[in-house]
Nanobody
Framework: VQLQASGGGLVQAGDSLRLSCAASGRTFSRFVMGWFRQAPGKEREFVATISWSGGSTKYVDSVKGRFTISRDNAKNTGYLQMSSLKPEDTAVYYC???????????????WGQGTLVTVSS
């Protein structure tokens, strides 16, 4: 499956932003979808994941209550709605697809190219 993330940009602290992950190729609905981020000089970290049906989600503690992961299998698209953004959310955000409902980057087999989110204070 090929993934393309979009929707990043420059926003101010407290603003909202929605990222999209468009999938093509293999059946998107069969995959778990995750969002990860990588800030300059830091390792890639888990942000959120959603099961193939959308019935289960998991978040890193730092985004709980602010970010919402969702998917529309009919449109082969996943989303990450981000609210109350903070400067520490600044990073390149990647969407990924895999077979397991996990939080480790190594568990995901397919990756999008990343979209930059910059949050100014």
């Amino acid at each position: 499956v090929q993934l393309q993330a979009s929707g990043g940009g420059l926003v101010q602290a407290g603003d909202s932003l929605r990222l999209s992950c468009a999938a093509s190729g293999r059946t998107f609905s069969r995959f778990v979808m995750g969002w990860f981020r990588q800030a300059p000089g830091k390792e890639r970290e888990f942000v959120a994941t959603i099961s193939w049906s959308g019935g289960s989600t998991k978040y890193v503690d730092s985004v709980k209550g602010r970010f919402t992961i969702s998917r529309d299998n009919a449109k082969n698209t996943g989303y990450l709605q981000m609210s109350s953004l903070k400067p520490e959310d600044t990073a390149v955000y990647y969407c990924a697809a895999g077979w397991y409902f996990r939080s480790q980057p190594s568990e995901y087999d397919y990756w999008g190219q990343g979209t930059l989110v910059t949050v100014s204070s």
